[in-house]
C-alpha cells in the first residue's frame, strides 16, 4: 500500500498544484460558460440565453428532448426552443448545459474494484434528484440551485483521479476494504480530500456560490454560516440517502447517517424523507435516462 503524505504538507498549496495541473477539467466548454454567466446575470432575458443555445445543435436537442419528457412532467408536446426555455425556467436550462458537460467528463476509469467514473456520474445525478426532491417537499424556490448543488457535488472526485488515478484507487480499495471515513482516508492518501478539490475547481468554473458551497462542505454542511447553509445541508441529506440505497459509486458517505439536528435545520420531517426515498428509483431512473 503506497505510504500516506508526509506530515506537514500544506493541503491549500496541495489543492492548488492539483487545480493547476488538470487538463481535461481545466475549463468548461465555452457554450456552457457563457450559459452559466448569461443566466447568473440578473439582466438577461430568455431571448440571451436563446441566442447562445441556438449555435449549438446538440444542446438545442438536448434541452428539447428532456422538456418532452416524463423528468419535467410538462403537458404536450414542445418543439421550439424558445417555448422549452420559457417552460423550463433560465436555472432549468443552465443545469441542462451544465450536465450536457460534465457527463462527457465522467468517462469509464476505474475507481476501484466494482466501481468506474460512470458509477460516480449515476451517483451525482441521484444526489441531483433528490435533492430537489427534498426541495419540492418543503416548497421552497430553491429546487434548480438544489439540483445543480447535488450534481457537481462530488466533482473533486474527477480532480482527484486526473491528479493521482493510483492513490484514488488506494482510497477507495481501502474503504471497501477496512470501512472508514472516505474524506480521512482521501487527507491520509492525497493530503486533501474531494471537498477541498471541489470547491476549487467550482470556483474556477466560475459556479454559483451555492454551488461552490456544496462542492466544499456536502460532508460537514455546519461548517458554512447559518444562512449559508440550507442548500447544502439538502445536499447533504440527499447524499446520505443515496449512498445508503447503495446508488452509483457509494463509499463517500456509505457510513454517513441522516442526523437529527441537520434535518431539523433543513426544515425536513419523516414524512418528506419517506415519501422522496420511496421515488427515488422512479426519479432516478428518468434523470439517467436523459442525462446519463
Given amino acids: 500500500m503506497p505510504t500516506a503524505v508526509a506530515t506537514g504538507t500544506n493541503p491549500e498549496v496541495i489543492v492548488n498544484r492539483a487545480i493547476k495541473n488538470i487538463t481535461?477539467?481545466?475549463?468548461?466548454?465555452?457554450?456552457?460558460?457563457?450559459?452559466?454567466?448569461?443566466?447568473?446575470?440578473?439582466?438577461?432575458?430568455?431571448?440571451?440565453?436563446h441566442k447562445i443555445i441556438s449555435h449549438d445543435p446538440a444542446l438545442v436537442s438536448r434541452i428539447l428532448k428532456l422538456v418532452n419528457s416524463a423528468f419535467y412532467g410538462l403537458p404536450g408536446q414542445i418543439s421550439s426552443i424558445d417555448r422549452a426555455i420559457v417552460l423550463l425556467g433560465l436555472n432549468a436550462?443552465?443545469?441542462?448545459?451544465?450536465?450536457?458537460?460534465?457527463?462527457?467528463?465522467?468517462?469509464?476509469?476505474?475507481?476501484?474494484?466494482?466501481?468506474?467514473?460512470?458509477?460516480?456520474?449515476?451517483?451525482?445525478?441521484?444526489?441531483?434528484?433528490?435533492?430537489?426532491?427534498?426541495?419540492?417537499?418543503?416548497?421552497?424556490?430553491?429546487?434548480?440551485?438544489?439540483?445543480?448543488?447535488?450534481?457537481?457535488?462530488?466533482?473533486?472526485?474527477?480532480?482527484?483521479?486526473?491528479?493521482?488515478?493510483?492513490?484514488?484507487?488506494?482510497?477507495c480499495t481501502t474503504v471497501l476494504e477496512h470501512g472508514g471515513d472516505y474524506c480521512a482516508?482521501?487527507?491520509?492518501?492525497?493530503?486533501?480530500?474531494?471537498?477541498?478539490?471541489?470547491?476549487?475547481?467550482?470556483?474556477?468554473?466560475?459556479?454559483?456560490?451555492?454551488?461552490?458551497?456544496?462542492?466544499?462542505?456536502?460532508?460537514?454542511?455546519?461548517?458554512?454560516?447559518?444562512?449559508?447553509?440550507?442548500?447544502?445541508?439538502?445536499?447533504?441529506?440527499?447524499?446520505?440517502i443515496c449512498c445508503q440505497a447503495g446508488i452509483g459509486f457509494n463509499l463517500t458517505a456509505r457510513g454517513q447517517q441522516l442526523d437529527a439536528s441537520i434535518l431539523k435545520e433543513a426544515g425536513l420531517d419523516a414524512a418528506i424523507i419517506q415519501k422522496v426515498t420511496a421515488d427515488i428509483p422512479t426519479h432516478v431512473?428518468?434523470?439517467?435516462?436523459?442525462?446519463?
Avoid at 480532480?159 to 482510497?171: D, E, F, S
Avoid at 462542505?217 to 447544502?232: G, K, N, Q, T, Y
Avoid at 431512473?285 to 446519463?292: E, T
Fill in 24 to 49: 481535461a477539467l481545466a475549463t468548461l466548454p465555452e457554450v456552457t460558460a457563457r450559459i452559466i454567466a448569461i443566466v447568473e446575470n440578473p439582466r438577461s432575458s430568455a431571448s440571451s440565453l
Fill in 93 to 171: 436550462v443552465k443545469n441542462v448545459a451544465v450536465a450536457a458537460s460534465l457527463g462527457q467528463l465522467f468517462r469509464g476509469v476505474k475507481l476501484c474494484e466494482g466501481f468506474t467514473a460512470r458509477d460516480l456520474w449515476t451517483h451525482c445525478i441521484a444526489v441531483a434528484v433528490t435533492a430537489r426532491e427534498l426541495a419540492k417537499g418543503l416548497k421552497i424556490p430553491l429546487v434548480d440551485e438544489a439540483f445543480l448543488a447535488g450534481l457537481i457535488h462530488d466533482v473533486g472526485i474527477l480532480v482527484a483521479l486526473q491528479v493521482w488515478p493510483a492513490k484514488v484507487q488506494t482510497v
Fill in 185 to 240: 482516508a482521501e487527507r491520509l492518501f492525497l493530503g486533501v480530500d474531494h471537498q477541498m478539490l471541489g470547491k476549487a475547481l467550482a470556483e474556477k468554473w466560475k459556479f454559483p456560490r451555492t454551488c461552490q458551497q456544496a462542492a466544499g462542505f456536502h460532508h460537514a454542511p455546519r461548517s458554512l454560516a447559518e444562512d449559508s447553509r440550507l442548500v447544502v445541508c439538502l445536499v447533504h441529506i440527499a447524499d446520505t
Fill in 285 to 292: 431512473n428518468d434523470a439517467v435516462a436523459m442525462l446519463g
